[in-house]
Protein backbone atom coordinates (compact mmCIF):
# COMPACT_ATOMS: atom_id res chain seq x y z
CA UNK A 1 0.00 0.00 0.00
CA UNK A 2 2.60 2.46 1.41
CA UNK A 3 4.60 1.33 -2.43
CA UNK A 4 1.23 2.33 -4.23
CA UNK A 5 0.87 5.84 -2.65
CA UNK A 6 4.48 6.68 -3.68
CA UNK A 7 3.91 5.65 -6.97
CA UNK A 8 0.95 7.77 -7.43
CA UNK A 9 3.47 11.12 -5.87
CA UNK A 10 6.17 9.96 -8.18
CA UNK A 11 3.38 9.85 -11.32
CA UNK A 12 2.11 13.09 -10.42
CA UNK A 13 4.95 14.90 -9.57
CA UNK A 14 6.38 13.64 -13.13
CA UNK A 15 3.08 14.93 -15.21
CA UNK A 16 3.41 18.63 -13.10
CA UNK A 17 7.08 18.49 -14.60
CA UNK A 18 6.06 17.62 -17.86
CA UNK A 19 3.12 20.32 -18.12
CA UNK A 20 5.69 23.06 -16.97
CA UNK A 21 8.05 21.85 -19.51
CA UNK A 22 5.18 22.13 -22.44
CA UNK A 23 3.94 25.24 -20.79
CA UNK A 24 7.44 26.61 -20.81
CA UNK A 25 7.95 25.98 -24.71
CA UNK A 26 4.47 27.69 -25.33
CA UNK A 27 4.62 30.25 -22.71
CA UNK A 28 7.41 32.46 -25.06
CA UNK A 29 4.31 32.87 -27.31
CA UNK A 30 2.20 34.77 -24.59
CA UNK A 31 1.57 37.86 -23.69
CA UNK A 32 3.31 39.67 -21.02
CA UNK A 33 0.29 39.71 -18.34
CA UNK A 34 -0.28 36.04 -19.24
CA UNK A 35 3.81 35.31 -18.84
CA UNK A 36 3.26 37.58 -15.71
CA UNK A 37 0.54 35.24 -14.01
CA UNK A 38 2.29 32.05 -15.21
CA UNK A 39 5.54 32.82 -13.68
CA UNK A 40 3.83 33.81 -10.49
CA UNK A 41 2.28 30.31 -10.64
CA UNK A 42 5.29 28.12 -11.65
CA UNK A 43 7.02 29.82 -8.58
CA UNK A 44 4.40 29.00 -6.18
CA UNK A 45 4.24 25.28 -7.61
CA UNK A 46 8.15 24.90 -7.41
CA UNK A 47 7.61 25.94 -3.67
CA UNK A 48 5.38 23.10 -3.40
CA UNK A 49 6.70 20.55 -5.13
CA UNK A 50 8.67 17.84 -2.86
CA UNK A 51 11.77 17.64 -4.50
CA UNK A 52 15.22 18.68 -4.21
CA UNK A 53 16.11 22.05 -5.44
CA UNK A 54 17.95 20.66 -8.14
CA UNK A 55 15.52 18.68 -9.37
CA UNK A 56 12.96 21.44 -9.52
CA UNK A 57 12.37 22.24 -13.08
CA UNK A 58 13.98 26.29 -13.96
CA UNK A 59 12.15 28.92 -14.62
CA UNK A 60 11.90 30.16 -18.06
CA UNK A 61 14.41 32.77 -19.05
CA UNK A 62 11.51 35.72 -18.71
CA UNK A 63 10.57 34.77 -15.75
CA UNK A 64 13.61 35.44 -14.04
CA UNK A 65 13.44 37.86 -11.19
CA UNK A 66 15.00 41.29 -13.27
CA UNK A 67 14.77 43.61 -10.25
CA UNK A 68 13.66 46.50 -12.67
CA UNK A 69 14.15 49.62 -11.44
CA UNK A 70 13.27 53.35 -12.23
CA UNK A 71 15.83 54.95 -13.66
CA UNK A 72 16.85 58.84 -12.16
CA UNK A 73 17.60 61.74 -14.66
CA UNK A 74 19.10 64.79 -13.66
CA UNK A 75 17.97 67.95 -15.80
CA UNK A 76 20.00 71.21 -15.26
CA UNK A 77 18.53 73.37 -17.13
CA UNK A 78 16.70 75.95 -15.47
CA UNK A 79 14.52 76.53 -18.56
CA UNK A 80 10.72 75.69 -18.07
CA UNK A 81 9.71 74.79 -21.71
CA UNK A 82 13.50 72.40 -21.97
CA UNK A 83 12.02 70.48 -18.53
CA UNK A 84 8.25 70.69 -19.72
CA UNK A 85 9.67 68.64 -22.99
CA UNK A 86 11.80 66.23 -20.57
CA UNK A 87 8.89 65.54 -18.85
CA UNK A 88 6.81 64.53 -21.42
CA UNK A 89 8.89 62.42 -23.16
CA UNK A 90 9.78 60.64 -20.32
CA UNK A 91 5.68 60.24 -19.40
CA UNK A 92 5.58 58.73 -23.15
CA UNK A 93 8.69 56.49 -22.72
CA UNK A 94 7.18 55.05 -19.37
CA UNK A 95 3.52 54.61 -21.50
CA UNK A 96 5.50 52.65 -24.17
CA UNK A 97 6.77 50.37 -21.53
CA UNK A 98 4.20 50.17 -19.65
CA UNK A 99 0.55 51.60 -20.81
CA UNK A 100 0.73 50.31 -24.57
CA UNK A 101 1.24 46.56 -23.32
CA UNK A 102 -0.96 46.86 -20.37
CA UNK A 103 1.26 44.78 -17.95
CA UNK A 104 -1.09 45.01 -15.18
CA UNK A 105 0.51 46.31 -12.57
CA UNK A 106 2.18 49.12 -11.22
CA UNK A 107 5.74 50.49 -12.35
CA UNK A 108 8.15 53.11 -11.22
CA UNK A 109 9.43 54.78 -14.17
CA UNK A 110 11.60 57.25 -13.88
CA UNK A 111 12.54 60.12 -11.49
CA UNK A 112 13.89 63.57 -12.47
CA UNK A 113 16.08 65.13 -10.74
CA UNK A 114 16.04 69.10 -11.50
CA UNK A 115 18.98 70.52 -9.83
CA UNK A 116 17.69 74.39 -10.03
CA UNK A 117 14.67 76.24 -9.93
CA UNK A 118 13.24 77.36 -13.46
CA UNK A 119 12.65 80.80 -14.67
CA UNK A 120 9.07 79.49 -14.84
CA UNK A 121 6.37 76.90 -13.15
CA UNK A 122 5.89 73.68 -15.17
CA UNK A 123 2.01 72.94 -15.09
CA UNK A 124 -0.37 70.27 -16.62
CA UNK A 125 -1.34 72.13 -19.28
CA UNK A 126 2.08 72.85 -20.67
CA UNK A 127 3.20 68.75 -20.71
CA UNK A 128 -0.25 67.51 -21.82
CA UNK A 129 0.36 70.00 -24.69
CA UNK A 130 3.33 68.11 -25.83
CA UNK A 131 2.00 65.09 -25.14
CA UNK A 132 -1.24 65.61 -27.70
CA UNK A 133 1.09 67.15 -30.37
CA UNK A 134 3.09 64.02 -30.34
CA UNK A 135 -0.19 62.21 -30.91
CA UNK A 136 -1.45 60.60 -27.64
CA UNK A 137 -4.51 61.51 -25.74
CA UNK A 138 -5.27 60.93 -22.11
CA UNK A 139 -2.80 58.93 -20.84
CA UNK A 140 -1.66 61.54 -18.29
CA UNK A 141 -2.76 62.38 -14.62
CA UNK A 142 -0.76 65.25 -13.44
CA UNK A 143 -0.38 64.66 -9.32
CA UNK A 144 2.39 67.28 -8.70
CA UNK A 145 1.68 70.65 -8.10
CA UNK A 146 3.15 72.88 -10.63
CA UNK A 147 6.64 72.67 -10.67
CA UNK A 148 9.33 75.58 -10.43
CA UNK A 149 11.61 74.67 -7.72
CA UNK A 150 14.50 71.94 -7.78
CA UNK A 151 13.72 68.49 -6.73
CA UNK A 152 12.32 65.38 -7.62
CA UNK A 153 9.50 64.17 -9.94
CA UNK A 154 8.63 60.64 -10.34
CA UNK A 155 6.81 59.05 -13.51
CA UNK A 156 5.07 55.96 -12.56
CA UNK A 157 2.34 53.73 -14.54
CA UNK A 158 -0.79 53.43 -12.58
CA UNK A 159 -2.40 49.92 -13.62
CA UNK A 160 -5.65 50.54 -12.04
CA UNK A 161 -6.73 53.82 -13.86
CA UNK A 162 -4.42 52.46 -16.59
CA UNK A 163 -2.66 55.98 -17.41
CA UNK A 164 1.03 57.51 -16.46
CA UNK A 165 1.57 59.84 -13.26
CA UNK A 166 3.29 62.55 -12.58
CA UNK A 167 3.84 63.44 -9.13
Known amino acids: MKGLALETIAYFIIAVVTIMFILT???TKLSPVIQNKYCSFVRGLRGV??????????LPSYCK????????EVIDSPKSSFVSTQIAAYSIACW????KLNVGQNTNCYEIVLTSDLDN??????V????KNEGYEDILVWKADNISKKGSI????NSTIKKVEVS
Open 49 to 58: LPLPSYMRPP
Open 128 to 131: IDII
Open 65 to 72: PDEYTFET
Open 154 to 157: AITY
Open 96 to 99: ERTG
Open 121 to 126: AVTQDN
Open 25 to 27: LVG
